[in-house]
């Protein structure tokens, strides 16, 4: 073993020369196929439609609110009541629109598993 320096067994992998026989550049791909746009761009339902949701029906039972103070000439009871209601409408919208979601994705997700690349749809 003087005349050769082996570090490892796994270092000294035999070479293997493989011969094309015919050299066809379209069946050759370098780079992945890009994802379509869909996959890509982020859907407005999940992050900016739900601000706009949460900022357009607070302001709207906020005027309301302040409407009816007006109205009766009250302080400002109805206009913290209606913030309120609003809110908890809101966070009941949100909570459910998201079980939905959830139940699609599951509902996705097992029939990937299952062997059926077809989307389920929401029947909502």
Known sequence: MHGSTRLCMHSQAPVVSVRIA???????????????????????????????????????FLGVGWGLDSLFGTIPVFMIIMTVIGSIGLFARFYYSYGRRMDRHDADRVAKLAGSPSRVEDAA
């Open 22 to 60: 015919s050299w066809n550049h379209r069946s050759m791909k370098l780079l992945p196929t890009p994802p379509s746009a869909d996959d890509v761009r982020a859907n407005s339902e999940e992050s900016l439609g739900h601000g706009m949701d949460a900022v357009i029906m607070l302001a709207i």
